[in-house]
């Protein structure tokens, strides 16, 4: 079964400062999504970035950005100039390519200092 | 386009109730997930609906079922709740399902107290 791993239960950083949130995972899968969503207290789940396992390049979305390293199965993100709205619950998951189910990591909440 | 919407947003329950959740998909969107949340933890995955056919299921009690309607909207069931159901309830829904990837868009959650 796939297992997703955050070892970071909570980290902090300073507004306008980069932070790195670690992920890793188990699969025997070749073809797999790998996903950050982003909880904030309202509770409702956001994609933040999707990689696609057969893409050797990183995905990046604006100060959001992915290193998807697969032979290490590791998968982490990386907020650049954070913001206080950044502040939320972060999880990594695992989809298989099938289109089944997600599973997700435990989160890591992320405080961000002004 | 109106979101993922669930039904009720919050409910208390007392042990060995049952409950049903509701959902409704983006439309147009033809799958259903459920996750439960239990607070501090990542959510787990419940059930997959695909043109009102359970495409998957996930490691809980038959306590749990759900259905999806001829309009793609879907209800969870929970009989004889324990306290260990507490938790949110996800729903996701996504265009399609088992042929590649589709995103899955998450509802607000419904947030189920068992007493």
């Known amino acids: 079964a796939q297992t997703v791993t955050q070892s970071q239960p909570e980290m902090s950083v300073q507004e306008a400062e980069t932070v790195t949130l670690s992920c890793t995972y188990d699969t025997s899968e070749s073809d797999y999504y790998l996903f950050w969503y982003k909880q904030p207290p309202s509770r409702q789940m956001i994609l933040v970035i999707r990689q696609e396992a057969y893409k050797q390049q990183n995905a990046t979305e604006n100060r959001f950005s992915v290193n998807f390293q697969k032979a290490a199965k590791s998968f982490s993100l990386k907020i650049s100039d954070s913001q206080l709205g950044d502040a939320a619950m972060y999880f990594c998951a695992y989809e298989d390519g099938y289109g089944n189910k997600l599973v997700f990591g435990a989160g890591t909440i992320l405080r961000v200092k002004s | 386009d109106a979101g993922v919407t669930q039904s009720p947003t919050h409910l208390i329950k007392t042990r060995g109730q049952h409950v049903t959740l509701r959902c409704s998909p983006i439309?147009?969107?033809?799958?259903v997930s459920w996750y439960q949340q239990v607070l501090g933890q990542g959510p787990q995955f419940i059930f997959q609906y695909y043109e009102k056919e359970e495409r998957g299921r996930g490691n809980f009690p038959d306590r749990f079922s759900a259905r999806q309607f001829p309009n793609y909207s879907s209800e969870l069931n929970v009989n004889a709740l324990l306290l260990g159901d507490s938790a949110l309830y996800l729903c996701?829904?996504?265009?399609?399902?088992?042929?590649?990837?589709?995103?899955?868009?998450f509802g607000p959650g419904t947030r189920l107290t068992v007493t």
């Open positions: 996701a829904s996504s265009l399609l399902a088992g042929q590649g990837h589709y995103e899955q868009y």
């Open positions: 439309s147009g969107h033809k799958s």
